[in-house]
């Protein structure tokens, strides 16, 4: 059985007595110990040097009416009861230095002596688990009761073992979650349990966060309903700023982000605050950040860890106190490798890191944003558009199908129901709009009739009419297919063991990556210039 120890601060006004009236008055130091069913192993009482007297007499009484009880005086200095920051530091650091043992002890923190401050700021240690224990708050004893030291009540802030207020965090939880999915009851598992962590670290942390994926996975997207989510937790009362990083280029690039002053280049006519200023008390979506200069990088690592910078041509910092959300379809690992982006800014960047995978990696959630395309038409256009049961059954079959690629992701998905209900006759998308629309996304994708049926539209893509128009016949649909696979591929070396799966186990030492490498130099492309175009 675990012995009962409590924890409580002398009360230097309710636990204070004359020696003829002591037995008379309701002191809760000495009444803690005389309640029933509610056996005190040990007292751990805490009170200043100036209290000593006081102490030495409730330990006095205490071994009069509970002999068995065992009381140790710890003393703590607090200048003012009433001042938050002394008390809190110094029931910390009482806290800090305590041995707790909750396998073998249970821990009570008595509230009912102290000042309010003191009640406060137990209330926080316990809450935040600092100290393992319940709340124990005691009662003068009524008129007319059977108990002359009072009674009882203790508090169990561990909320999971309140059957309707775990239900109802519960229920809160799901409401933010599904927030975060705008609504959308994903059916994938991962991506379920990743969204799961992202409400968690967006309520409880103010650190960056980063999230990557291809283009079109819905970056921007989650972005924003991560600042509203936030907004709506009263974190943050400023504004949401997003930066497509890809966009700037050297001076622009500084002073987009930090701003300048009068005269700090050709052209700066005035003082611009810049949008790191505009996302105070905010927050900041810095998309595609791997697209940052080297310089701008340094910037920004400054900014985030010191909620200063310096604005273009200005000789003083200004301030901007921002929450940091950053996006990339780059792996900015590889990038540290190649001296492209900045060790010290991925380390800042990548305490919290959450890939969003591509649509064609979770096709089981392309039939509920369906229903959520339909619904955003509907709101955009002022039109109620639906599909016919046969024309929504033969989409969806190809739409899962592993021939449909979706290369852009959930903007393929949002545009290709945009045009069937653009083209729908009487708001009602049937079979042919499907068919139609099949076609269209094959030729999108380069897997569809082409021009001789070899790969024609993918070269043209990548290497433009002329480009392609130099290119023989012979290679035209090795190439094309080439091409394809790296556009499917995550990596280079991914896309070579696809590419060479056979041969490879023909010749364990060839390096896949190498070989196909060297087969893209021959048109004078790199996988980077095949997998983005």
């Given at each position: 059985m675990k012995?009962r120890?409590a924890?409580?601060?002398?009360?230097?006004?309710?636990?204070?007595?004359?020696?003829?009236?002591?037995w008379?008055k309701?002191r809760?130091t000495v009444a803690?110990?005389?309640?029933p069913g509610l056996?005190?192993?040990r007292l751990?009482l805490?009170h200043?040097d100036?209290?000593?007297?006081?102490a030495?007499?409730i330990?006095?009484?205490?071994?009069?009416?509970?002999?068995a009880t065992?009381v140790?005086r710890?003393i703590?200095s607090?200048?003012?009861p009433?001042?938050?920051?002394?008390?809190?530091?110094g029931?910390?650091?009482f806290?800090r230095?305590y041995?707790?043992?909750p396998e073998?002890?249970?821990?009570?923190?008595?509230?009912?002596t102290?000042?309010?401050?003191?009640?406060?700021?137990?209330?926080?240690?316990?809450?935040a688990r600092?100290?393992?224990?319940?709340?124990l708050?005691?009662?003068?004893?009524?008129e007319g009761?059977?108990?002359?030291?009072g009674s009882y009540?203790?508090?169990?802030?561990?909320?999971?073992?309140?059957d309707a207020i775990?239900?109802r965090f519960?229920a809160?939880r799901?409401e933010?979650?599904?927030?975060?999915?705008?609504?959308?009851a994903t059916r994938n598992?991962?991506?379920?349990?990743?969204?799961?962590?992202?409400?968690?670290?967006?309520?409880?942390s103010r650190?960056p966060v980063?999230?990557?994926g291809?283009t079109g996975?819905?970056?921007?997207?989650?972005?924003r309903r991560?600042y509203?989510l936030?907004?709506?937790q009263?974190?943050?009362?400023?504004?949401?700023?997003?930066?497509n990083?890809?966009t700037?280029?050297?001076?622009?690039?500084?002073s987009?982000?930090?701003?300048?002053?009068?005269g700090?280049?050709?052209?700066?006519?005035?003082?611009?605050?810049g949008l790191?200023k505009?996302a105070?008390?905010g927050v900041?979506?810095?998309?595609?950040?791997?697209?940052?200069?080297?310089?701008?990088?340094?910037?920004c690592?400054r900014?985030i860890e010191e909620?200063?910078?310096l604005?273009?041509?200005?000789?003083?910092d200004v301030t901007?106190?921002?929450?940091?959300?950053?996006?990339?379809n780059?792996d900015l690992?590889?990038d540290v490798?190649a001296g492209?982006?900045?060790?010290?800014?991925?380390?800042?960047?990548?305490?919290?890191?959450?890939?969003?995978?591509a649509?064609r990696?979770?096709k089981?959630?392309?039939?509920?944003n369906?229903?959520f395309?339909?619904?955003?038409y509907g709101?955009?256009?002022g039109?109620?558009?639906?599909?016919?049961?046969?024309a929504r059954?033969?989409?969806l079959?190809?739409?899962v199908?592993p021939?449909a690629?979706w290369?852009?992701n959930f903007?393929d998905?949002s545009?290709?129901?945009?045009?069937?209900?653009?083209?729908?006759p009487l708001?009602r998308?049937?079979e042919?709009?499907?068919?139609?629309?099949?076609?269209?996304l094959?030729?999108?994708w380069?897997?569809g009739p082409?021009?001789?049926?070899?790969?024609d539209?993918?070269?043209r893509?990548?290497l433009?009419?002329?480009g392609?128009?130099g290119?023989?016949?012979?290679?035209?649909?090795?190439l094309a297919?080439?091409?394809?696979?790296?556009?499917?591929s995550?990596?280079i070396?991914?896309a070579?063991?696809k590419?060479?799966?056979?041969?490879?186990?023909?010749?364990?030492?060839?390096?896949d990556?190498?070989?196909?490498?060297?087969?893209?130099?021959r048109?004078?492309?790199?996988f980077?210039?095949v997998a983005?175009a």
């Amino acid at each position: 059985m675990k012995r009962r120890v409590a924890i409580g601060i002398l009360g230097t006004t309710l636990d204070a007595s004359g020696r003829e009236d002591r037995w008379k008055k309701w002191r809760p130091t000495v009444a803690l110990c005389q309640q029933p069913g509610l056996f005190i192993d040990r007292l751990e009482l805490l009170h200043d040097d100036r209290s000593e007297r006081l102490a030495r007499q409730i330990i006095s009484d205490i071994e009069v009416i509970s002999p068995a009880t065992e009381v140790r005086r710890h003393i703590i200095s607090m200048k003012d009861p009433w001042d938050f920051s002394e008390v809190y530091t110094g029931l910390r650091e009482f806290a800090r230095a305590y041995s707790f043992d909750p396998e073998k002890e249970d821990y009570l923190v008595n509230i009912t002596t102290g000042t309010h401050v003191a009640q406060i700021c137990w209330f926080l240690l316990t809450e935040a688990r600092f100290i393992p224990a319940r709340l124990l708050q005691l009662s003068p004893r009524k008129e007319g009761g059977d108990y002359p030291a009072g009674s009882y009540s203790i508090i169990d802030l561990d909320l999971s073992r309140y059957d309707a207020i775990a239900t109802r965090f519960a229920a809160e939880r799901d409401e933010a979650t599904s927030f975060l999915k705008s609504g959308i009851a994903t059916r994938n598992p991962a991506f379920n349990r990743m969204i799961d962590q992202i409400e968690k670290v967006a309520i409880r942390s103010r650190a960056p966060v980063l999230l990557t994926g291809p283009t079109g996975a819905g970056k921007s997207q989650l972005a924003r309903r991560i600042y509203e989510l936030k907004k709506a937790q009263r974190q943050v009362s400023g504004d949401f700023i997003e930066v497509n990083c890809a966009t700037l280029r050297g001076d622009q690039a500084m002073s987009t982000l930090f701003g300048h002053v009068k005269g700090a280049f050709t052209g700066a006519q005035g003082e611009r605050a810049g949008l790191m200023k505009s996302a105070s008390k905010g927050v900041l979506f810095l998309d595609e950040i791997g697209e940052l200069g080297l310089d701008e990088q340094a910037m920004c690592l400054r900014a985030i860890e010191e909620k200063r910078f310096l604005p273009v041509g200005a000789d003083r910092d200004v301030t901007s106190d921002f929450q940091l959300l950053a996006g990339t379809n780059r792996d900015l690992s590889i990038d540290v490798r190649a001296g492209k982006f900045r060790e010290d800014l991925f380390a800042r960047l990548n305490l919290w890191t959450f890939q969003l995978p591509a649509l064609r990696d979770r096709k089981e959630d392309i039939e509920p944003n369906l229903e959520f395309e339909l619904r955003r038409y509907g709101e955009r256009e002022g039109q109620n558009v639906t599909f016919n049961k046969e024309a929504r059954d033969l989409y969806l079959k190809f739409a899962v199908a592993p021939e449909a690629l979706w290369r852009a992701n959930f903007r393929d998905l949002s545009a290709s129901i945009t045009r069937m209900a653009t083209l729908a006759p009487l708001g009602r998308i049937n079979e042919e709009a499907v068919r139609d629309e099949i076609g269209r996304l094959g030729l999108l994708w380069g897997a569809g009739p082409v021009e001789g049926g070899d790969g024609d539209s993918v070269l043209r893509e990548v290497l433009g009419p002329d480009g392609a128009a130099g290119i023989d016949p012979f290679d035209r649909v090795q190439l094309a297919a080439v091409i394809r696979a790296c556009r499917d591929s995550s990596s280079i070396s991914a896309a070579g063991r696809k590419l060479f799966s056979v041969s490879r186990l023909k010749k364990a030492s060839g390096n896949d990556a190498d070989r196909l490498r060297k087969y893209l130099q021959r048109f004078s492309l790199s996988f980077d210039d095949v997998a983005r175009a």
